[in-house]
Nanobody
Framework: QVQLVESGGGLVQAGGSLRISCVASGNIFRMVAMGWYRQAPGKQRELVATINAGGGIDYADSVKGRFTISRDNAKNTVYLEMNSLKAEDTDVYYC????????????????WGQGTLVTVSS
C-alpha cells in the first residue's frame, strides 16, 4: 500500500505564489510518475501537471508558464510551485503517484492523496 501526504496549501492573494508538496511512502519498488490534479465542487478532477521518472513533464494549458512541477526521486516527493495565481486556480489539489510495488508487472499502484485546499483571493 502506498500513502501520499500533501502539504502547503492555503490562502494567497491573486498574483501571489504558493508551493505545495507531496510525499509518497509505503510499498514503492519503482515510481513511474507523480503529479497534481485539481477539482472544484461539482466538477471533474482535472490534470494540472505530471512528471515521470525520466523527467518528462506535462502541464494543463491553463497553468503553462505559471506553474512548475518538480520531483525529488530519492525522497519520492513532488512539488508544485504556483506563481501568478488567479482566482480561478482556487481548488482542492490532489497528489497522484503511479508505479510498481514489486518487480512483478502486475503489482501496480495508483495512489491519491487526501487533497490540499488552495484559495486565491481576488
Amino acid at each position: 500500500q502506498v500513502q501520499l501526504v500533501e502539504s502547503g496549501g492555503g490562502l494567497v492573494q491573486a498574483g501571489g505564489s504558493l508551493r505545495i508538496s507531496c510525499v509518497a511512502s509505503g510499498n514503492i519498488f519503482r515510481m513511474v510518475a507523480m503529479g497534481w490534479y485539481r477539482q472544484a465542487p461539482g466538477k471533474q478532477r482535472e490534470l494540472v501537471a505530471t512528471i515521470n521518472a525520466g523527467g518528462g513533464i506535462d502541464y494543463a494549458d491553463s497553468v503553462k508558464g505559471r506553474f512548475t512541477i518538480s520531483r525529488d526521486n530519492a525522497k519520492n516527493t513532488v512539488y508544485l510551485e504556483m506563481n501568478s495565481l488567479k482566482a480561478e486556480d482556487t481548488d482542492v489539489y490532489y497528489c497522484n503517484a503511479r508505479g510498481y510495488s514489486s518487480h512483478l508487472p502486475s503489482d501496480v499502484f495508483d495512489a491519491w492523496g487526501q487533497g490540499t485546499l488552495v484559495t486565491v483571493s481576488s
